[in-house]
């Protein structure tokens, strides 16, 4: 019963290619979130949404498309991908009633572009 | 502009050492600050939450307090062993009305020599 699960755990793909990662919460939360982690292992929002409407699209590139078909689901869909989309994406999740909740985080996707 | 500092980057400490790990942030109005671990190549497991009206949060050997006022925050380790070796987050939630955010360090890469 894991609480944020994303899939899949590892993609491997070329340059110009479109995919997408999916995202799952199963706590009953408002608010979905995805990062990016580098190669340098730093953490920084990309998106946030809530009850399926974008709140946050910090300044990423419009190849990267979040999809919320519910509160429960926020999907990202990778355009044209270049070498530089290569990172571990997370996503999260947390109630919208205060924010004075727990951010709890799914396993990461490990995307590699060559 | 809400910045997280973590220092140091890096530590390596022969087991049973207490130690302790530091965050600094630059913005006072945070709603909480959580402190991570992240093992390599894996995702994120949240170890404390602590409410911006709180001042610590204890569970089992870790001990994290928060300093508002001062922007800061401490995580301290008790009698470490080689399984704590990993990479430790601290990240605040700021952000005013649903435009809030989860704003991470880059982390404490931390060793604990057998």
């Known amino acids: 019963d894991t609480a944020v699960s994303q899939t899949p755990k590892y993609l491997v793909t070329q340059m110009g290619n479109d995919k997408s990662i999916k995202c799952e919460q199963n706590l009953g939360h408002d608010t979905m979130y995805w990062y990016k982690q580098d190669s340098k292992k730093f953490l920084k929002i990309m998106f946030s949404?809530?009850?399926?409407?974008?709140?946050i699209n910090e300044t990423v590139p419009n190849r990267f498309s979040p999809k919320s078909p519910d509160k429960a689901h926020l999907n990202l869909h990778i355009n044209s991908l270049e070498l530089g989309d290569s990172a571990v994406y997370f996503c999260?999740?947390?109630?919208?009633?205060?924010?004075?909740?727990?951010?709890?985080f799914g396993q990461g996707t490990r995307l590699t572009v060559v | 502009k809400q910045e997280v500092t973590q220092i140091p980057a890096a530590l390596s400490v022969p087991e049973g050492e207490n130690l302790v790990l530091n965050c600094s942030f630059t913005d006072s109005a945070i709603y909480n600050l959580q402190w991570f671990r992240q093992d390599p190549g894996k995702g994120l497991t949240s170890l404390l939450l602590i409410q911006s009206s709180q001042r610590e949060q204890t569970s089992g050997r870790l001990n994290a307090s928060l300093d508002k006022s001062s922007g800061r925050s401490t995580l301290y380790i008790a009698a470490s062993q080689p399984g704590d070796s990993a990479t430790y987050l601290c990240a605040v939630r700021a952000g005013m009305n649903r435009d809030d955010k989860i704003i991470f360090g880059k982390g404490t890469r931390l060793h604990i020599l057998p």
């Open positions: 949404y809530n009850n399926k409407e974008l709140i």
């Open positions: 999260a999740s947390s109630p919208n009633t205060g924010r004075r909740t727990e951010a709890f």
